[in-house]
């Protein structure tokens, strides 16, 4: 499973990495270190978190708006496959974002919550790609 530095989750998070260091020492967020003693958060910890902290906050804005062409990075947070399709929901700080692709795709992409992805919108169509390192 992927793992994040803190400045990472921060900007998965909208917040700043201090926030993320509080978070952790808080318990809030599962994180290691790693063996040059920098901290890890663990990617699917993260996507529970981000999950849970967008329910809570239970807000959309419906004034945003957005041009046809935008990309949101964040994290899988849960990929239900069936024979043919894959549902793959993706937390991209505070937007739920939900598309449908084959399973074909998600399986090549090894989409999983945690996964670091980018959700690409174009008029109706979400398609979901992985970033470069």
Same mark, same amino acid.
């Given at each position: 499973?992927?793992? !994040?530095?803190? =400045?990472?989750?921060?900007?998965?998070? =909208?917040?700043?990495?201090?926030? %993320?260091?509080?978070?952790?020492?808080? =318990?809030?967020?599962?994180?290691?270190?790693?063996?040059?003693?920098?901290?890890? *958060?663990?990617?699917?910890?993260?996507?529970? !978190?981000?999950?849970?902290?967008?329910?809570? #906050?239970?807000? $959309?804005?419906?004034?945003?708006?957005?041009?046809?062409?935008?990309? !949101? $990075?964040?994290?899988?947070?849960? *990929?239900?496959?069936? $024979? /043919?399709?894959?549902? *793959?929901?993706?937390?991209?700080?505070? !937007?739920?974002? %939900?598309?449908?692709?084959?399973?074909?795709?998600?399986?090549?992409?090894?989409?999983?919550?945690? *996964?670091?992805?980018?959700?690409? %919108?174009? #008029?109706?169509? /979400?398609?979901?790609?992985?970033?470069?390192?």
């Amino acid at each position: 499973m992927p793992t !994040f530095t803190v =400045g990472q989750a921060a900007e998965l998070l =909208g917040v700043s990495a201090d926030s %993320v260091r509080r978070l952790i020492d808080a =318990g809030q967020i599962d994180a290691v270190r790693d063996p040059a003693g920098r901290r890890r *958060v663990d990617g699917a910890a993260l996507a529970r !978190f981000c999950t849970e902290r967008a329910e809570a #906050s239970g807000s $959309t804005d419906p004034t945003l708006t957005a041009s046809a062409r935008n990309h !949101f $990075t964040g994290l899988v947070t849960k *990929v239900v496959r069936d $024979t /043919v399709m894959a549902q *793959v929901e993706i937390q991209a700080g505070p !937007f739920r974002v %939900v598309s449908l692709i084959s399973r074909e795709a998600a399986d090549q992409l090894e989409l999983a919550p945690g *996964v670091l992805a980018v959700a690409s %919108v174009k #008029s109706t169509n /979400v398609g979901i790609e992985i970033p470069k390192p």
